[in-house]
């Protein structure tokens, strides 16, 4: 007998047949440089907790301080019973690490990217995205109800093009970007963004998401790095160099005021978890006093940029710790990834439809050491 379900089966049997299927692999380790994945240990060479805060001592007795104080569920909306005093206080620590009037913590980076956007444009506005923002911002777009387009990726002829053709037509325009995109590790070209921006006379949001923590001198991101002093929209996450849970969204204090009264991802959920927030203070305070540790990352960077160019392979970039090898077609690049999972090293493959070509996505941390680095350039030496 059919069901108003059977669909489901069908769809995953198209998902499997396109070798879409994605399956989740199980760590049972704390976050650090060696994980346990699938019962067996692995050097980590895929995780976001660049600055390898994630597992820091200091983290996790901030969350058990903040659970101790304030219990494990913030209770209700933070415009209902949700709001603590932490949340206040890493909103104030955030906007002084990004430089800015306020700040909005978020449950994640995605939510914040989603409330903001949807909140800022409407049916008569324009939305012009790199090709490869993040699907947050993609998403964003899309509730926002605005004439979304792509422009073609870090290309400001095209963004001049677009803007040229279009933007006459709307009655708001919003540039959106991440500054260090997720899957390539290049970096968006802001300042000249900014510059079409001014031109143009739209709004730009920036998704700091791989940016936080790594770039600026306390950690303040790309857009602290470069000194960009125009008015900007700074969405990012807590999730990835600050190790904690949650996103936020940094700008005037007039526009955050405006967010707490808009933006639905923000207004209709629950208020971000005690621990989160007592882990994300913890780290925020870390990454704007420890400079070498940043500086380790980027010697990271530097070692594995040396490494490959002796091996002879080439990357999309070394501009910040997520680097992807380009080792070859989509079996080849499968194979490698089979042949460093063989030797313990996780590092995935990613290959189209994700990406436009395959290859092998590394990220580094500032907790990896050079003997770590050194067996990840030796596995990869024996495919070059
Ligand atoms: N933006 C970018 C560029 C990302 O890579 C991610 C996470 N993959 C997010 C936003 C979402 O952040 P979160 O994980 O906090 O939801």
């Known amino acids: 007998m059919s069901t108003p379900y059977d669909w489901i089966d069908r769809s995953l049997d198209s998902i499997h047949k396109a070798n879409w299927y994605r399956s989740t692999q199980t760590v049972s380790s704390k976050a650090g440089a060696i994980a346990n994945i699938d019962g067996r240990e692995m050097l980590m060479f895929a995780s976001n907790n660049y600055l390898g805060l994630a597992g820091d001592r200091r983290l996790i007795d901030a969350a058990i301080a903040a659970t101790e104080r304030y219990g494990t569920g913030s209770t209700g909306s933070r415009l209902v019973t949700g ?117 143009y006379e739209c709004m730009v949001l920036v998704d700091e998401a791989h940016g936080t923590g790594i770039f600026g001198d306390r950690g303040g991101g790309l857009t602290n790095a470069l000194g960009i ?34 933006a639905a991802t923000w207004i209709y959920t629950t208020g971000l978890s005690p621990a989160d927030t007592g882990a994300a203070m913890t780290a925020v305070t870390i990454v704007k006093s420890d400079h070498e540790r940043r500086q380790q990352l980027w010697q990271n960077v530097a070692m594995v940029k040396q490494g490959l160019q002796n091996l002879g392979m080439s990357a999309i970039a070394f501009d910040s710790p997520i680097i992807a090898i380009a080792v070859g077609d989509i079996p080849e690049t499968m194979h490698i990834a089979k042949h460093l999972r063989d030797h313990g090293i996780f590092a995935p493959a990613i290959r189209p439809p994700t990406v436009p070509t395959a290859r092998i996505r590394i990220t580094l941390m500032a907790t990896h050491t050079k003997e770590q680095i050194q067996a990840l350039l030796a596995c990869l030496a024996q495919k070059a």
């Open 83 to 199: 709001h603590l005093a932490l949340h206040e206080e890493l909103e104030t620590a955030i906007a002084d690490l990004k430089n800015t009037e306020a700040a909005l913590v978020f449950s994640s980076g995605y939510l914040a990217n989603l409330g903001t956007i949807s909140a800022i444009a409407g049916q008569r506005d324009l939305i012009l995205g790199d090709e490869y923002n993040h699907s947050c911002l993609k998403k964003g777009a899309l509730m926002s109800g605005a004439t979304a387009i792509d422009y073609r990726h870090v290309d400001l002829d095209d963004l001049a093009t677009k803007l040229k053709q279009h933007r006459g037509n709307y009655r708001r325009c919003l540039i959106t970007t991440d500054s260090v995109f997720s899957m390539d590790g290049d970096l968006a070209p802001l300042q000249a963004i900014m510059d079409l921006a001014a031109t």
């Open 229 to 262: 002093q125009q008015d900007l929209i700074q969405v990012g996450t807590l999730s990835k160099a600050l190790g904690s849970l949650g996103g936020y969204v940094a700008g005037s204090a007039k526009l955050i005021d405006y967010l707490r009264n808009r």
